[in-house]
Structures are given as structure tokens and as C-alpha cells.
């Protein structure tokens, strides 16, 4: 009978602490959005723009894939895009290794593609 409640107590002292340790890591966890939207958050559309609202000063280049053959694509604004998809009132005219051209009737503007690397 001791043998059976020690072991019962060695148990609970075993299993005890990690339900409570792992609930209070996950109610500790916070998300850092650093200036963007928290994506595990609903979204209502309040920080949305129109199409027509976007200016070129909104627009940033994350990343480009460049591939004559098979067509380029360009990340910006976390969407990827070709060679004549929209981006707001914007077509993308011309994707280059460095930089993207777009387009809105007679407005053209090259957006440069900054990596986010170690610059000196």
C-alpha cells in the first residue's frame, strides 16, 4: 500500500508541473508585428486604401524573381506579381534583376528592390 501511494505521488509530482508550465508560456507569447498588421488578428478593412489612393511611396519591392524564359515575378507589398498584374492603380510593365517598372496611364515609375542585407 506505501509502495503504491509513493509511486501514485511520485506521479503527480512528474506530471504536475507541465500543464502549468506549458499554459503559462502560451498566455506569455506575444506576437511582435513590428509596424504591420497582426495577422492573428480579424481584419475589418479600417486600414485598408483604395486602389486609387495608393501612391508609389506605398508601393516597396521585397523581392524579385528574375527569369527571361519563364517570366519574372516581384514581390511587393508581400503580393506576388508578373508582368502586367495590377497593384493598385499601377500595371507592372517590366520586371529587371533590380528594379520594377509600373505603370498608370502616362505615369511610369521604376521601384528599385532595396535588400534587406548589411549596407556600408
Known amino acids: ?12 509530482l512528474l506530471l504536475g508541473p507541465y500543464p502549468t508550465a506549458a499554459a503559462e ?40 524573381i528574375f527569369d527571361q524564359a519563364k517570366g519574372s515575378l516581384a ?7 508578373k508582368e502586367g498584374d495590377g497593384v493598385g492603380p499601377y500595371k507592372i510593365a517590366t520586371i529587371e534583376k533590380e528594379r520594377v517598372l509600373i505603370a498608370k496611364e502616362d505615369e511610369k515609375v521604376w521601384l528599385p528592390f532595396k535588400s534587406g542585407g548589411n549596407e556600408t
Open 75 to 81: 514581390v511587393i507589398n508581400g503580393a506576388v506579381l
Open 1 to 12: 500500500m506505501r509502495r503504491t501511494t509513493a509511486m501514485f505521488i511520485l506521479i503527480l
Open 25 to 64: 508560456t502560451s498566455k506569455s507569447f506575444r506576437y511582435d508585428a513590428q509596424g504591420r498588421r497582426d495577422p492573428f488578428l480579424p481584419w475589418d478593412g479600417s486600414e485598408a486604401k483604395s486602389k486609387s489612393d495608393i501612391d508609389t511611396q506605398d508601393l516597396h519591392v521585397e523581392g524579385i
